[in-house]
């Protein structure tokens, strides 16, 4: 067993565990949302950064990726890590402002409005990828992909044409985390000639 | 390409040992007649794009024609880049070293006639001393030159890069034929150490720990390990790798061979941005060349030792300069970066322990076996070693490639071998690292240029880009700059990236049209620290760097544009209006016929009016006028 402190508190957690696995297995909270045990972490949301502090120094980390190691000094709700997730939590608010299942989470953590205005209303998915990650690992399929780069990217068929494999199985809607996926869904596998202009 | 060397034919000659090579290398001298006038024609990418490639036709025909006397035939070479890139095409004419700049075709015929035949200068080709006035005749008299201290660049100007004789001739493979036959792969992570040399690539990770590490990684996880070189230079402004790869390809090759056999790695990549195709053309010239001269691949000098290596080209994505994303790259997947809390030298490319160092390391390598860690230790100041090559660009005279030791002061840079702002003026700041780094103040301008100086500064040295900026750029708009270069270059997988870029990116649009108030100023410093702590990459981490640092330095200009709403550099344009000024106008009309939005009326020989409801600000009009009669206020 590994032993180390998740803000202050002593923690023991397996070899091979992530900071998260063992904060979640010591009811120690932390956000996330683009974490789904079923599937590998991607660390894209940056909701579970925690601290970690060694004397003066210290450095914010993924916690959905960070491998456990014995004497950590983990963090969860320093003033650093709250300057993250309320920062992202407000562009999460501005960019998916038809998820009540962000609403929910961002209010969670005392942010109601953000200073950003929204540029879709309707708008519900963030690119976590966990629709294509579930495809690929858990189905075996590789049926969506994440499409494009920066600011353009976005959820897709692989190389932007609709595929034909896909076995509607329903996985990638299940782990969406808000519920985007419904919408995007027929896009992915729908009639090649339009379903990106759909998308975008 | 010209090849000097007729007696080699590559193909006929595999080196069996380092005698052998030694051997070569005085056949290739006493072959050659140290007397014998040499043209060198500088066919780097900044030279060949103002022409250079015809001066050297050109060259050949008017030689031909002189009909010189068969025994003085001069012979001509074409080089890498010289460094003086707002001189070219630079000509040199050895052995004297005369030094001609900006020569066309046209004056080709004037330089053979008067120096070749009459052994004369031709004066109005020479460099001007700016401050005397007084010419010189000269590459090593020359204040650009005079200044620098070139280690790494010391071949480049001088060898033909496709030909690897010329390469062999001014030492080439020294270091390795050294390290094969008297060191052990162990000595040569050891030589690395002592050396101090830290990575070229930005962040400056001692390039000997990296090794050492990757060398604890193997002892845990065994072989095969990787090494690879990181040529995806994409800062913008920033072409020293270029150089390098293009002018001294055997260079990074010989760095990257040693680097393999210290680790005993069997496979090498290359990976070089697709937009440098030169750079990819000479590499792949010379790594042909040093696997025919048994330099590269099975059984190097009949050591025992085999490696090779493969060009990667890059697809032109920014990010995969980043090494795990370059690593994902190579494997032939999207090039997004790894969640890396696991360091590349353990898990790298094909989850194998991984070196990746950047051109510019593995250029310095083969000096530091050859000539010995103390030596180079003793080159720049203690904690960063060594010399660094950089870009010099923006508002600054002599444009182009320097190298100094590390630890000079950033006004010794700019001001002294750069020449200055062009007006005279004082610069305003220095953007060093590129769109991760940070702006360094005129008042700062004694700041040593290392590692650690920098990074105290806010600033990092990146890769080694320094834009000079003067009092006409405006900190607002240089942040959107970088701003909306990374938001198309990030790869979009992490939020505070792709959404916290473009977040910051509108807020400083706000500022640029003097909207914003002292609350959007804290939000701003939040929110880039949201980025810092929250991104997944250095990508995203070090974005913020350009916003905070003007922040730091410059807060004054923000506040002018959101309090005043003005733009005290004259560059944003909602907050500038363009007018004539009546007294230096002469009404001489160019400026009303170019104005795209016809707003400029007046009288032939009477003062002209902006019409500033219409103008679109692009300031063709203060192009066009040629007694700056054209305002900004």
């Known amino acids: 067993m590994i032993t180390f402190k998740i803000n202050d508190e002593e923690v023991q957690a397996r070899p091979g565990w992530t900071v998260l696995e063992t904060a979640r297995e010591y009811g120690i909270e932390i956000p996330t949302l683009c974490f789904h045990p ?21 450095k914010l980390v993924a916690s959905c990726i960070y491998p456990v190691a014995e004497g950590l000094q983990v963090y969860t709700d320093t003033e650093r ?120 | 390409m010209h090849s000097q060397s007729t007696a080699l034919k590559v193909g006929s000659w ?132 005079k200044l620098q201290q070139r280690v790494v660049l010391h071949n480049i100007g001088k060898i033909d890069p496709t030909d690897i004789s010329d390469t062999i001739a001014a030492g080439g493979y020294q270091a390795l034929a050294k390290a094969l036959s008297t060191m052990r792969p162990e000595q040569v992570v050891k030589e690395i150490e002592k050396s101090g040399l830290r990575g070229r690539g930005g962040a400056g990770f001692p390039t000997g720990k990296k090794w050492r590490s990757a060398l604890n990684a193997i002892k845990k996880k065994g072989r095969p390990v990787y090494v690879v070189v990181n ?56 790594m042909a060349q040093a696997r025919a001269f048994g330099l590269l691949g099975e059984n190097i000098l009949n050591s025992g030792f085999s490696f090779d290596a493969r060009i990667n080209r890059g697809a032109g994505a920014f990010v995969c300069g980043e090494s795990t994303a370059l690593f994902t790259s190579i494997e032939g997947k999207p090039g997004n970066p790894r969640p890396k809390y696991v360091r590349s030298v353990e898990e790298g490319l094909w989850g194998r322990p991984t070196v990746l160092n950047n051109v510019e390391t593995f250029a310095n390598v083969p000096l530091i076996i050859e000539r010995g860690s103390g030596w180079y230790a003793g080159l720049g100041v203690s904690h960063s070693t060594g010399t660094k090559v950089f870009s010099l660009v923006g508002k600054v005279n002599n444009v ?22 062009p007006n005279g003026k004082p610069f305003k700041a220095v953007q060093t690292g590129g769109p991760s780094g940070g702006c360094i103040p005129y008042r700062l301008k004694g700041t040593p240029v290392d590692f650690d100086s920098l990074t105290a500064a806010g600033s990092m040295m990146g890769s080694g880009a320094m834009i000079v900026m003067d009092d ?80 730091r330095y410059f807060k004054e200009e923000y506040m002018a544009h959101i309090r005043d709403h003005k733009c005290p550099a004259g560059v944003c344009k909602d907050l500038i209006t363009y007018s004539i000024d009546p007294e230096l106008c002469t009404g001489c009309m160019s400026c009303a016929r170019q104005c795209p939005a016809q707003c400029i009326t007046g009288k032939k020989k009477a003062a002209h009016i902006i019409d500033a409801e219409k103008c679109l600000r692009c ?15």
């Open chain 2, 400 to 421: 182009g490639l320097v190298e100094v030791p590390m630890g000079v002061p950033m006004a010794a840079i700019v001001e002294e071998i750069g020449g200055g702002v």
């Open chain 2, 231 to 286: 040529g995806d230079e994409g800062d913008p402004g920033a072409f020293m790798d270029r150089t390098i790869m293009e002018g001294d390809p055997h260079a990074v090759l010989e760095g990257l061979i040693l680097a393999a056999y210290a680790l005993g790695a069997q496979q090498g990549y290359l990976y070089v941005r697709a937009e440098y195709p030169l750079a990819i053309r000479h590499l792949e010239i010379a």
């Open chain 1, 81 to 200: 890590v709250r300057n993250v997730r309320r920062w992202v939590l407000e562009m999460l608010l501005a960019a998916c402002p038809a998820s009540p299942e962000i609403v929910q989470l961002a209010a969670k953590y005392n942010v109601i409005r953000s200073r950003f205005a929204s540029k879709d209303p309707d708008q519900t998915c963030f690119v976590c990828g966990l629709c294509a990650r579930v495809c690929e690992e858990v189905v075996g399929l590789s049926a969506i992909a994440t499409v494009d780069r920066g600011i353009h990217k976005r959820v897709g068929a692989p190389f932007a044409r609709p595929t034909d494999i896909c076995v509607a199985c329903g996985s990638c809607i299940t782990i969406c985390p808000t519920g985007a996926m419904q919408k995007i869904f027929d896009s992915v596998r729908g009639e090649p000639a339009t379903a990106l202009t759909q998308l975008a």
């Open chain 2, 14 to 145: 595999r080196l069996q040992s380092a005698q052998d090579l030694n051997k070569l290398r005085e056949q290739i001298l006493s072959e050659r007649d140290p007397a014998r006038p040499e043209i060198v024609i500088c066919h780097g990418t900044g030279c060949l794009a103002n022409g250079s490639d015809k001066v050297a036709k050109a060259f050949k025909t008017a030689i031909d024609a002189a009909g010189i006397d068969a025994k003085v035939v001069p012979g001509i070479k074409t080089t890498g880049c010289h460094g003086f890139c707002s001189r070219g095409p630079l000509v040199i004419i050895r052995p004297k070293g005369l030094f001609y700049q900006r020569v066309s075709p046209k004056d080709v015929e004037e330089i053979v006639k008067r120096t070749l035949v009459e052994g004369q200068a031709v004066e109005r080709l020479l460099y001007k001393d700016p401050k005397t006035d007084d010419l010189i005749f000269t590459e090593d008299q020359i204040p650009f030159y």
């Open chain 1, 38 to 58: 079923a599937v590998s972490s991607s660390g894209a949301c940056r909701l579970c950064m925690v601290e970690l502090r060694e004397g003066s120094w210290s």
């Open chain 2, 472 to 551: 006409t750029d405006c900190v607002v708009d240089v942040g959107r700059y970088f701003l909306r270069f990374l938001e198309e270059e990030s790869c979009g997988k992490c939020l505070p990236c792709r959404l916290g870029l473009t977040r910051m990116r509108e807020i400083l649009d706000n500022f640029s049209k003097g909207q914003g108030t002292e609350q959007d100023i804290e939000d701003l410093t939040s929110l880039a620290q949201a980025v810092q702590d929250g991104a997944l990459c250095a990508l995203g981490s070090s974005a913020p760097n350009p916003v905070l640092t003007t922040l």
């Open chain 2, 619 to 633: 300031g063709i009009c203060m192009d066009t006028c040629k007694f700056n009669a054209v305002v900004i206020s």
